[in-house]
């Protein structure tokens, strides 16, 4: 067994069981963003946010483990996005990633943006035209340091 079969196993169950994440989430009692890159073993999860998610999911003791183990982070299978959705955003760095740098080298000085003390909402957001996806990022500027 390894996580990545914990996360087969969490996703199967979410299909056949019809649940949604921000349920899961509001269980779990942490944001549905977090909680979902949790379950797709991308977070740790404590001991105790483990068991509700294996209530949940239907795991074992010994899945529920594996969703407490620090995961090699970063779940792309290749190095380009094959999947659409994927691929925007790939698209999106690599089309505004260096306006990102500047714009923020500009406003904070030299250094980069947490995805460590980070967090991020997404919402769908009504439009006439079609609804949009609205995703808000915050991380912690970290300035590098001299030594």
């Known amino acids: 067994m390894s996580r990545l079969d914990v996360t087969e196993k969490i996703i199967t ?7 949604k994440w921000a349920d899961v989430a509001k269980a779990v009692g942490q944001s549905k963003e977090w909680v979902t890159a949790a379950c797709l073993g991308q977070m740790t999860l404590t001991a105790q946010q483990a ?7 239907g795991l074992t003791t010994e899945e529920q483990k594996w969703l407490q183990v620090v995961p090699y982070k970063g779940s792309l299978p290749t190095s380009v996005p094959t999947d659409p959705l994927i691929y925007r955003f790939y ?50 500027f970290l300035s590098y340091k001299t030594y």
């Open 91 to 140: 698209e999106l760095v690599s089309i505004y990633g260096t306006t990102f740098k500047e714009l923020i080298h500009e406003e904070f000085g030299d250094g980069i943006m947490s995805a460590i003390d980070f967090k991020m909402d997404l919402q769908r957001e009504p439009n006439a035209a079609g609804d949009r996806v609205s995703i808000v990022m915050s991380g912690k």
């Open 51 to 57: 068991m509700t998610v294996g209530e949940i999911f």
């Open 13 to 19: 169950a979410k299909v056949s069981k019809g649940l």
